[in-house]
């Protein structure tokens, strides 16, 4: 397939001008890829790395999906109900610029440094970018189709299921997409303090000791985690959307 | 039995309101087919509005014995995109629970009828427009509704097509003895289906005349001297009106 090739004819100019920019550079803070995908592969050999990946993903994905669970239902409701969207927006439009991340200290109060405050930080922050999206699609799904299905007597509920949620369905898997990087991003920042497992930890102990073929396995892992939730992301999307390819 | 009696209607912008139907009077028995026909823009579509119950009267009366098990067919088709050809026509039996054999053997059937045979699989927007109102056509008849409303149903037709679909609409109302009203600017249209034939006028949209036309539905009603007579006619009100031609 074209697009496979294309990614991996893109991977390959992004290893090159790592290559280069290495050896131009000169510098061991940016290690050669070999080197990188040699300590990679030892890693993953001994299984170290492959632990640290799982409670990663783990952690992105709990994160990804308590906030899907959450932010999808609220968001087509406060679209598509008139009175709901007036009496939320207003918080939703105070409480959406508001960097969540600094929550974090009173997450940790609340929730001790355990497992749940990690997920539930990433959970907050990828919340509001699907709420806000979903939302915003619910509200504008055209009011045809409420005409359509109103003539086909459908409960308010197979309104949801047969128009709302379809509708909506390609703005909430961009707006996942969106999130896949932001999770990763914040995942990053959740495993800097308080564990001792996870590739954001990997990153930062081997960044304190200097030992930077290490500190660029953990990225590099990193970054293969939120490729692989993207394609996993694109396999759904052709599954779940196959009309809009169809334009 | 569709009874309608000094309806008012008008839509509100920006405070100010502005009529769209003034004063209409008319009558529809059981069985019986009404057309609608008028210039662009005076109010046909909200006329069918008022009388499927999406839209009130702001005063009159409109009274239809049966709306409830009516079934639509909106101007724009109102099919859904994210749906296959096949959901589309089946999702009124579907909300109202009928059993999937059922819901398939019904499409299958309509499908043939309406010469899509093959293309339950397509998406919407896969289809021409003539296509697509052939499937509103089917989907609306899935239901076996008891009253008929349609809005140009037929519009986006070649005329050979058009005359088959037209037979085919005669068919279903006199075979399966249900009541239509069918918004159309063909007048040809208007006089092979409307029994009762309301004229309206634009701005705002008012009775011009109320034409009886009996032998509408009839198999070689085309080609008679009478059905010719009554499109003259019909052309002449229309021309009285003074909005010019429309297409
Ligand atoms: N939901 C609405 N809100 C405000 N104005 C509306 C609305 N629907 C229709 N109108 C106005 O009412 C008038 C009549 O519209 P309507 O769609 O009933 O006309 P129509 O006869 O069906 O036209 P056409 O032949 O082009 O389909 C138009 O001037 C339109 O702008
Ligand atoms: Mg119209």
Redesign the interface.
């Given at each position: 397939m074209g697009r496979k090739r294309d990614i991996a004819l893109a991977a390959v100019v992004l290893l090159v001008l790592w290559e280069v920019a290495a050896l131009a550079l000169g510098s061991m803070a940016l290690p050669q890829p070999w080197q990188v995908a040699v300590d990679t592969a030892r890693r993953l050999a001994d299984g170290s790395l492959l632990d640290d990946l799982a409670i990663s993903t783990l952690r992105a994905l709990a994160g990804i999906a308590l906030a899907l669970a959450t932010a999808v239902p609220l968001g087509l409701m406060v679209g598509a109900e008139e009175g709901l969207r007036r009496r939320l927006s207003p918080y939703i439009y105070l409480l959406y610029p508001v960097p969540h991340v600094v929550l974090l200290p009173l997450i940790i109060i609340l929730f001790g440094i355990g497992e749940f405050s990690k997920i539930f930080l990433i959970a907050l922050i990828v919340f509001f970018q699907i709420l806000v999206t979903t939302r915003d699609a619910a509200k504008n799904i055209h009011r045809?189709?409420y005409?359509?299905?109103?003539?086909?007597?459908?409960?308010r509920l197979?309104v949801y299921r047969?128009?709302i949620l379809?509708?909506t369905?390609p703005k909430i898997l961009t707006a996942m997409r969106i999130s896949i990087g932001t999770a990763v991003a914040i995942l990053f920042f959740v495993e800097s303090f308080a564990t001792t497992r996870g590739l954001g930890y990997i990153i930062m102990d081997s960044w304190g000791r200097a030992d930077y073929v290490a500190l660029y396995s953990g990225i590099s892992a990193m970054a293969a985690l939120g490729f692989c939730l993207y394609l996993l992301l694109d396999r759904l999307e052709r599954r779940l959307?196959?009309?809009t390819l169809?334009? | 039995m569709i009874t309608v009696d000094s309806a008012c209607l008008g839509f509100s912008h920006g405070g100010a309101t502005l009529p769209v139907l003034h004063d209409i009077s008319f009558a529809v028995a059981e069985c019986d087919s009404c057309a609608v026909i008028g210039p662009s823009g005076c109010g046909k579509t909200s006329l069918l509005f008022l009388l499927a119950g999406l839209l009130r009267p702001d005063r009159g009366v409109v009274e239809v014995v049966g709306q409830e098990q009516s079934g639509m067919i909106l101007q724009n088709y109102g099919l859904f995109p994210w749906k296959t050809v096949a959901e589309n026509v089946g999702l009124g039996l579907v909300l109202r629970g009928a059993a999937r054999k059922t819901v398939a053997a019904t499409v299958e059937r309509l499908l043939g009828e309406m010469g899509l045979s093959g293309f339950g699989g397509h998406f919407p927007g896969q289809l021409s427009g003539g296509m697509q109102q052939r499937v509103a056509m089917a989907r609306a008849l899935a239901v076996e509704p008891r009253i008929l409303f349609m809005d140009e149903p037929l519009s986006s037709l070649d005329a050979l097509t058009r005359e088959r679909l037209q037979n085919l609409i005669a068919e279903v109302w006199l075979g399966k003895r249900i009541t239509m009203v069918l918004v159309t600017h063909s007048i040809e249209e208007a006089v092979f289906l409307g029994r009762r034939i309301v004229v309206l006028g634009g701005r705002p949209g008012r009775v011009l005349r109320l034409v009886d036309n009996p032998e509408a539905g009839g198999s070689d009603y085309r080609d008679s001297d009478v059905f010719f007579h009554r499109c003259v006619l019909l052309r002449q009100i229309l021309k009285g009106e003074g909005d010019g031609p429309e297409t």
């Open positions: 045809n189709y005409l359509a299905i109103e003539t086909l007597g459908a409960s197979q047969h128009v379809p509708a369905l959307c196959l009309w169809s334009h | -």
